[in-house]
Structures are given as C-alpha cells and as structure tokens.
C-alpha cells in the first residue's frame, strides 16, 4: 500500500523530470509488452499442432517411438524452463564454433520461441493423451461399423469431444505460460520484465515491477475471460 501511494506522490508531486522518467518507463514496458505477447502467441502456434504429434507418439502402440516419447516427455516435464532456454540459446552456438568455426546462431528471440514451443508441448501432449483416452472405446468401434475411416473417426468424432473435455486443463497451462513469459529476460530478450527490471534499477524504485505484475495481471485476466468464455459455449449438455 506504501508502495502504491509513494508512486502517485511521486507522479502528481514530483519535478518535471521524474514525470518524464515515469512516462519513458510505460511506453518502454508497454513495447515491451508486445514483445512478451509475440512469444505467447507463437508459442502457442507451435507448441499445440507439436503437442499432437507428441501425444501420438505417447500412445502409439510401437514400442520404441512410446519409449522415445517418454524419455523426451520425462526430460522436457522434469528440468527447469530456465535450464532449457540456456540450453537451446548456447548449444547452437557451441556446436557452430567447434564444429563449423563460426560464431552464427539463432537470436535470443528465436531461441525463447523455440524452447518455450517445445516445452508447452510436452505439457498440452499429456494434457491431450488423457483426453483422448478418456473418450470409451465403443465410440471407435460404432464409428468402424458405420464406415468411418481412423481419421475421420478422430477429426468428427473424438477430437470435437477431447476440445470440450481439455478447455480447463489447458485454460491453466496457458495462463502459466504468460507468466513464464518473464523467464527470457535470462536471454536479455527485451520484453516486459526486462524493462520493468531496468526501469527499477535506474529508478531504483520496486514500482516498475508493481506495474509490471499489473500488466501481466491484465493479460491473465483476458486469457481467463476467453477460456471460460469457451467453456460455457461448449457446454452443450448444459
């Protein structure tokens, strides 16, 4: 509460040059805003078609490509995301120097896009796999009898239903992902946390980072808004 009144003090009190400084600190967060979106977004574009892939991999009935899913889903589920955005930044540019004497390698930017795609992955495949094998077995077999072919009896039949049934499920790990966003600030990726990180520092002041959490507060609250939204439409039976 001290914090919020300090802030409004400051604006409404203080000499011209702190007024700019504090307008200067919002256009700097709300660019990087755009940033922090843009990484949510194509995360999402990725991370769920590759979640689908992954989850087929997960069930398939050949031995080696579930085992090979499950020793990726075990790695990616069980380190840190902070681990695996370092891993996909330097890893590139390691094997680039020794093995091609070249300094060449992917952007920060690319590389937050990259890990964070196939880290939801992972999450949205499991997330997709109970779904799926929560829709009963007779549903397949009365689609067989009707003439259905597999594909048509997973894009008409199953994959209508395992939408309605996962919406919250991946309503939460969407939101997480917002949130998560603020992790490549590690790769010095301009987004919201890095100008409400530096914003602080030259200011030395905790309210960047006050409106910071705001920010993503708003951005959550949308996301949560669409989901439910969603949920209620699909609620046929209701």
């Known amino acids: 509460m001290d914090t919020v009144v300090t802030f409004f003090s400051n604006t409404f009190h203080a000499d011209p040059k702190a007024i700019s400084d504090y307008f200067d600190m919002l256009y700097a967060m709300l660019t990087g805003s755009i940033t ?15 979640a689908l892939i992954v989850a087929f991999g997960r069930m398939s009935k050949v031995k080696v490509v579930s085992k090979i899913t499950n020793v990726f889903l075990l790695i990616i589920r069980g380190t840190p ?5 370092l891993i996909v ?21 690319i590389a937050a896009i990259v890990a964070f795609s196939i880290n939801y992955a992972a999450y949205f495949a499991e997330i997709y796999r109970g ?5 009963p077995r007779g549903q397949y077999e009365a689609a067989k009898v009707l003439g259905y072919t597999p594909s048509q009896t997973f894009f008409k039949i199953v994959l209508p239903q395992v939408v309605k049934r996962i919406i919250p499920a991946m309503g939460n790990e969407v939101i997480t992902l917002v949130k998560d966003t603020s992790l490549v600030t590690i790769l010095s990726v301009q987004e919201l946390m890095y100008y409400a ?21 708003v951005m959550n ?13 699909l609620a046929y039976y209701h």
Do not use: D, H
Not at 95 to 105: D, N, P
């Open 89 to 109: 930044y330097f890893v590139p540019k390691l094997i680039a120097v020794k093995c091609f004497k070249t300094t060449i390698g992917w952007s920060s930017y």
């Open 36 to 50: 922090t979106l843009s990484i949510f977004f194509f995360t999402l574009i990725f991370s769920i078609p590759l």
């Open 131 to 135: 779904g799926i094998e929560s829709i």
């Open 221 to 233: 609250w949308l996301v949560s808004f669409v989901f439910t939204k969603t949920e209620k439409k």
């Open 81 to 85: 995301l902070m681990l695996q955005l």
């Open 197 to 217: 990180k530096s914003s602080s520092n030259r200011m030395v002041s905790f309210t960047p980072l006050l409106i910071a959490g705001i920010f993503y507060f």
